[in-house]
């Protein structure tokens, strides 16, 4: 979906596997969670952005996808998530 230089802009955030990261951090005192994490930054004028109108406004089902490609790899890479 993304060419080399695309992908290569995406901004991974590193919370995955970071723990005590700043979206957990929202969450503290508010809700129940184990773990939380986003995989990447939102920013304007941005890759990023592209995919979220993609996915939001256009109905772009394989922005989607990808997104949840790309997201599914960041969790399996890390033991955070695992509750086998
Ligand atoms: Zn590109």
Redesign the pocket.
């Known amino acids: 979906m993304?060419?080399i230089?695309?992908f290569s802009q995406l901004p991974v955030t590193g919370f995955i596997r970071q723990p005590g990261n700043p979206v957990e951090k929202i969450f503290y005192g508010r809700l129940n969670i184990q773990q939380a994490g986003s995989a990447f930054y939102f920013t304007k004028e941005s890759v990023m952005q592209r995919m979220m109108v993609e996915l939001k406004y256009r109905g772009n089902k394989n922005a989607g996808y990808y997104l949840g490609q790309l997201l599914g790899m960041q969790l399996a890479d890390s033991d955070r998530f695992c509750f086998s």
């Open positions: 993304l060419c230089q695309c």
